[in-house]
């Protein structure tokens, strides 16, 4: 463990421990004299917070907020005791701005040792960190980590995979952080390749949903590849809340994730209504930050899907768990890191006059790495419908950021839904038939 006390603290003491973190944190935003942290809180008074239950009283905070305040509208703190920005992926319009004092990234990275520790890291290792480093928040998020545990980093970023998997082999890196499929990628092309002197021992997953059986693709991966075990541990986190390491999976209890929730504190709410759900059941996750100071977050709605899981775990940590991510309330699909909506993809298409309307979004999981594929009628032929595919495969690229796959087919050619609500997205997983 990187911090025994907090993260095997008596549940009773932690609880009020949330509490009083909980009122030093109203006071603080009420305080704050931010226009927007007196809208939000109007009426609040941590007197009136008795218990954790009373959090329910205060409102919701929803994705929308940060793009009415863009750029830095919510801060909590004055300007000049930021130290730091991180911006997500989000791809419409602006991305969403978070800000950290100089204790908001020592938490950070701290949470992020946490993480690290949970998936069997020790100070003697070297972890080589392949997310991205810049505005997105995982490569810094773990390299600080990876510091704040004394062990060294690697910080090799995405791409590039000969070079990453030479620095495995010769580094000898333990760990690795990486999105899921960027893992099995380097893994199939060491095997591929032969590669031989690569010794890792666990990997740090997230950013991006991922099956059990995908662990376990990438564990067997991994274990041809250097002769021992792998443990793939999960890491959740969002750039709106502080960034990777908000939970984490510990290489001997898989299956949930521990929150760290002296730091941040989870509900579970129905998704529509708003009203807590009942212990274990799924429902969406709702985080407030405890501890941040640049830019809070109260009762934040992450549109992820997960639920509570209880009972002891061997590790003796005592964090509330929640079972790794089961979805997203909304319609989002993360590919390679970028959040895409499909609603975005289908204005596209219903802007250009040469396709019919008739269209399937594919998100095709057949292969390691996610590829979106738009299949859409149009009565256009020959060169005119290259020239129509080449037109909406930049228009797409420009305003989606990754690259779409469009494939213009015949009018007539798409079954026609003739019941229910129009189903548009379709995932194609390996060993399904071609979803049109
Ligand atoms: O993805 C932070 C992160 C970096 C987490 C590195 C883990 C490792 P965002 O770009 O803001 O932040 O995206 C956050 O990604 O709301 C989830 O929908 C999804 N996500 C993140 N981790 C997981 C995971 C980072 N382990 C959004 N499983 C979140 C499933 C995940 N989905």
């Known amino acids: 463990m990187f911090d025994p006390e907090s993260e095997s603290q008596d549940r009773d003491e932690r609880a009020a421990l949330q509490l ?14 931010s226009d927007y942290w007196s809208d939000k809180l109007a009426g609040a008074e941590p007197d009136d917070l008795t218990s954790l239950d009373d959090l329910r009283s205060l409102p ?59 998936a069997g890291a020790s100070s003697a290792d070297t972890i080589h960190v392949a997310y991205g480093y810049g505005l997105f928040t995982g490569g810094l998020g773990l390299h600080f980590g990876v510091e704040a545990l004394g062990a060294m980093a690697v910080p090799a970023s995405g791409g590039n995979q000969p070079l990453q998997l030479s620095l495995l082999a010769d580094l000898g890196a333990r760990g690795l ?34 099956s059990e059986p995908l662990r376990e693709r990438i564990e067997a991966s991994w274990s041809e590849v250097t002769g021992g075990p792998f443990d793939a541990c999960d890491i959740y986190g969002l750039s709106e809340v502080m960034g990777p390491g908000v939970a984490a999976e510990a290489h001997d209890s898989k299956g949930a994730m521990f929150l760290f929730d002296d730091h941040v504190y989870p509900e579970i709410v129905e998704p529509g209504s708003g009203v807590p759900v009942r212990d274990g059941e799924r429902g969406e996750l709702v985080l407030t930050t405890l501890t941040r100071e640049a830019q ?10 997960t639920r509570f899981v209880d009972g002891e775990t061997p590790c003796g940590r005592t964090h509330r768990r929640i079972a790794r991510l089961q979805g997203r309330v909304d319609d989002m699909l993360i590919v390679r890191g970028v959040n895409v909506f499909p609603r975005e993809i289908e204005t596209v298409l219903l802007d250009e006059p040469g396709l ?26 020959g060169e005119d419908r290259a020239a129509l595919a080449d037109r909406l495969r930049d228009l797409l690229r420009e305003r989606v950021r990754v690259g779409v796959d469009v494939t213009l087919v015949d009018p007539g050619t798409l079954p026609v839904q003739e019941t229910g609500k129009a189903q548009r997205v379709f995932t194609w997983d390996a060993g399904d038939a071609r979803p049109w």
């Open 20 to 33: 009083s973190r909980l009122r030093q944190l109203v006071g603080r935003l009420r305080a704050s004299g």
């Open 177 to 210: 952080c990486a999105t899921p499929s960027f893992s099995l990628l380097l893994a199939e092309r060491a095997i591929a390749e032969g590669t031989t002197g690569i010794d890792l021992r666990y990997g740090v997953l997230g950013a991006e949903p991922w």
């Open 356 to 381: 019919t309307g008739a269209y399937r979004i594919v998100v095709d999981r057949r292969e390691t790495l996610v590829r979106v594929e738009v299949v859409a009628e149009t009565g256009a032929d």
């Open 60 to 118: 919701f905070t929803g994705k929308a907020e940060f793009r009415d305040t863009y750029p830095l509208g919510m801060l909590a703190v004055p300007r000049e005791d930021v130290v730091r920005v991180h911006a997500s992926s989000g791809t419409s319009g602006k991305p969403t701005i978070v800000a950290y004092t100089a204790n908001d990234v020592a938490v950070f990275a701290a949470l992020n040792a946490r993480a690290l520790a949970c």
């Open 296 to 305: 809070p977050v109260i009762r934040y709605r992450t549109g992820d899907v």
